[in-house]
């Protein structure tokens, strides 16, 4: 039986989601495929209501950072705001048929329109399902296929909306394209949340923007950030010795009790981000486990597990790996 996912409903939170194509296949890698999924992860989050702060489309999955608001913004939203964001995916005909619906007289019909939309605003669960369900007819369609396109359902880690734990994970995101070889710098790919706000694009350059916090500017924000993504220096050079470091030097260097750079690090694939179910500090995954108790054995004493391998500060997960950290 499979664990239940962790949510936190009653207050705004973000998740890493992973979601991976069937048998591993390769079936994003055109850039027709990438661009119709990029078009519509932006489009579907306006719909649901979420905020993508950063995201990374790969040709066998797609990584996606989003922070849901708290459940109760969504319960107030005004007739005006659900029927914009029906035209937004929907497009118009379809708008004006919920627009029909929520002006009705009777209050059970109207109640039924309200809680049709309203079940689909602010959850990721949902938002994912929207998703992968809007590509996954658009793919068929277009390569006369059919059948499942996307693995099982898809992962993800619950992450605390904090500054250093948002731009940590945000950077391990948008440095998927360095880690597969494909560019030196995230921002020659224009698949990512990273260089799509390079390239100017103001959702991108929004949601980049408040990984530190939501009165931040893209101006205040960038400069910490590249910080992050490429260490103290404000540019990558890839010609540079000891900028680069692959997975099994990595792993030899922390079986010899070593640490890896926190920007080397970020350049390997590390488990944690994405099979630790729930990270931040160490204060907020404590917090956690004491108020889901019942998630646990009961011989489990405590929450936090400290993250290996090279200098993460205070950040913790709450799940044992059971595999090498660095992937």
């Known amino acids: 039986m499979r664990q239940p996912r962790i949510k936190i409903d009653r207050a705004p939170a973000v998740y890493h989601c992973i979601s991976r194509i069937v048998g591993a296949a390769f079936l994003l890698e055109g850039e027709r495929e990438k661009e119709v999924l990029r078009n519509q992860i932006w489009k579907v989050a306006d719909f649901c209501g979420v905020e993508v702060l950063t995201y990374c489309i790969m040709s066998n999955h797609v990584h996606i950072l989003v922070r849901t608001p708290h459940e109760g913004n969504a319960k107030a939203l005004p007739d005006k705001e659900l029927i914009r964001r029906v035209r937004r995916i929907y497009g118009k005909d379809k708008a004006e048929v919920f627009a029909i ?5 009777d209050p059970d019909v109207r109640s039924r329109f309200r809680a049709n939309l309203l079940s689909r605003m602010g959850d990721v ?15 068929n369609r277009s390569h006369r296929r059919t059948g499942t396109l996307w693995a099982e359902r898809f992962k993800s880690v619950l992450v605390q909306d904090d500054p250093f734990a948002l731009m940590t994970m945000a950077a391990y995101i948008d440095l ?9 710098d995230p921002s020659k790919y224009r698949f990512c949340g990273y260089a799509e706000a390079m390239g100017g ?35 990558y050079d890839a010609s540079k010795p000891g900028r680069e470091i692959d997975a099994v030097k990595a792993k030899e260097i922390m079986n010899t009790g070593g640490k890896v750079s926190r920007e080397e690090a970020l350049r390997c694939r590390v488990r944690y981000f994405t099979d630790g179910a729930v990270l931040g500090s160490k204060e907020y995954v ?11 054995g009961a011989k489990r004493r405590d929450g936090p597990r400290p993250l290996q391998g090279s200098d993460w500060e205070d950040l913790a997960c709450i799940r044992d790996l059971r595999k090498e950290v660095f992937g």
């Open 125 to 139: 669960s949902q938002f994912m399902k929207e998703l992968k369900q809007r590509f996954s007819i658009w793919y």
């Open 201 to 235: 694009f103001r959702p991108a350059r929004r949601g980049i923007a408040r990984l530190m916090s939501k009165r931040s500017s893209w101006e205040s924000s960038v400069s910490r950030y590249r910080q992050i993504v490429f260490g103290k220096g404000q540019s």
């Open 286 to 296: 404590q917090n956690f486990f004491e108020e889901n108790l019942d998630r646990f």
């Open 101 to 105: 619906g929520l002006k009705e007289q």
């Open 176 to 184: 998927n394209p360095v880690r597969a070889g494909i560019v030196d």
